[in-house]
């Protein structure tokens, strides 16, 4: 084949790329932290057995779904740089919360989990923006019209930085470390997806 064949198809096919990406529906999310939020916060857990999800989660989070969020779950898991458990471990973990989410028709888009120590000074550990950078990129995720749900103010201070609307749960962690007074709060998981549904765009 030519070279000027070649670049002539090289040349399409970056137009088509590019005609694709604007054509592109982006979709809402609710990006929603793991332990202290959806599930019961018992620290460092390594053990499938051991999961156990507030009261009403998955039907919350069916709700979402029914409206057209993706659910994307952003979790740090720092139990794995510390040694606590692996990395086996902790997808075990997530495997188990997605199968008893999928027994009760929640379709989880996908789980980031950061892996690290705190001191090794990573970009996906939260208050670290990557995960949710990734995500909006893997699943077309339009960042303006979404949300994040967490416990802590590394959940909602991740929410900022990525230009994501951020609730507050006042379940898992007590010490929620410094929270703007402007963020919304609410009591659990359940009244963040009632808020949502209200407030949101879908
Ligand atoms: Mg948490």
Known sequence: MGRTKVAAIWRW??????????????????????????????????????????????????????????????????????????????????????????????MVAAIYYCPHHPDEGCSCRKPGQLMILRALKDLDIDDSLSWIVGDMDKDIWTGINAG???????TGKSEKGSIPAHVKRSASVVEAVNFILDEGIS
């Open 13 to 106: 096919m970056l137009m088509y790329e590019t005609n694709v990406k604007r054509n592109k529906n982006l979709r809402p999310a609710v990006f929603v932290d793991r332990d202290g939020t959806l599930i019961n916060d018992i620290g460092y857990l390594g053990d499938p057995d051991g999961l156990s999800f507030y009261p009403g989660i998955p039907e919350a989070l069916r709700r979402l779904q029914d409206r057209g969020y993706l659910i994307v779950v952003v979790t740090n898991q720092s139990g794995i740089g510390r040694g606590y458990f692996n990395e086996e471990t902790a997808i075990a973990v997530n495997c188990a919360m997605l199968r008893m989410l999928r027994d009760k028709g929640v």
């Open 164 to 170: 994501l609307r951020p609730i507050l749960v006042e």
